[in-house]
T-cell receptor, first 114, second 117 residues
């Protein structure tokens, strides 16, 4: 069990640029989640996949955000035309079907938009 | 509006004593509650959970109590150890109108616990 892996750990970008993050879940987990955490706040739900299907999306996920999980394995989260308000820690988590409340989180990608 | 509230941003406890972390919620549709622990530069890790049909769940040094009528839960750590120093998040999952559990967890802002040796 290598845990949930996220890449990169840190990303600094200029406003208006596009960024993409990658998440590799625990291999046997078929559910994958994206959360966002800003300073002084708890994680906020963004979206959720079961296998390759995106089943839930938060209204926090504006049309500048897109997430994919091709083949039900790794996932990518892309932010287009980044804004300073997008600066946050982006957390990925995965879980098994039978224990969906018990999420295993990665260490996150810290995004800074200048 | 904060549906899950952790009103104490920080808590300091002497090693060996009891740590009590509190959490209040406002959404009556929450049916499952979890506590996560987070160390700096790491993602949150699951600690303990409780279903709304129970009022207590225990796992080693950790016990979670749920008072549904007060919409309040608490995490007790006994005895507290320096390695318990971390940020603790309370989280809740709502039941959907279809009766199934939603996959969205709502987190509180966290309480930073410091256990002093």
């Amino acid at each position: 069990d290598t845990g949930v892996s996220q890449d990169p750990r840190h990303k600094i970008t200029k406003r208006g640029q596009n960024v993409t993050f990658r998440c590799d879940p625990i291999s046997e987990h078929n559910r994958l989640y994206w959360y966002r955490q800003t300073l002084g706040q708890g994680p906020e739900f963004l979206t959720y996949f079961q296998n390759e299907a995106q089943l839930e999306k938060s209204r926090l996920l504006s049309d500048r955000f897109s997430a994919e999980r091709p083949k039900g394995s790794f996932s990518t989260l892309e932010i287009q035309r980044t804004e300073q308000g997008d600066s946050a820690m982006y957390l990925c988590a995965s879980s098994l079907v039978q224990s969906n409340e018990k999420l295993f989180f990665g260490s996150g990608t810290q995004l800074s938009v200048l | 509006d904060q549906q899950v509230k952790q009103n104490s941003p920080s808590l300091s406890v002497q090693e060996g004593r009891i740590s009590i972390l509190n959490c209040d919620y406002t959404n009556s549709m929450f049916d499952y509650f979890l506590w996560y622990k987070k160390y700096p530069a790491e993602g949150p890790t699951f600690l303990i959970s409780i279903s709304s049909i129970k009022d207590k769940n225990e796992d080693g040094r950790f016990t979670v109590f749920l008072n549904k009528s007060a919409k309040h839960l608490s995490l007790h750590i006994v005895p507290s150890q320096p390695g318990d120093s971390a940020v603790y998040f309370c989280a809740a999952r709502p039941i959907t109108y279809s009766g199934a559990g939603s996959y969205q967890l709502t987190f509180g802002k966290g309480t930073k616990l410091s256990v002093i040796p």
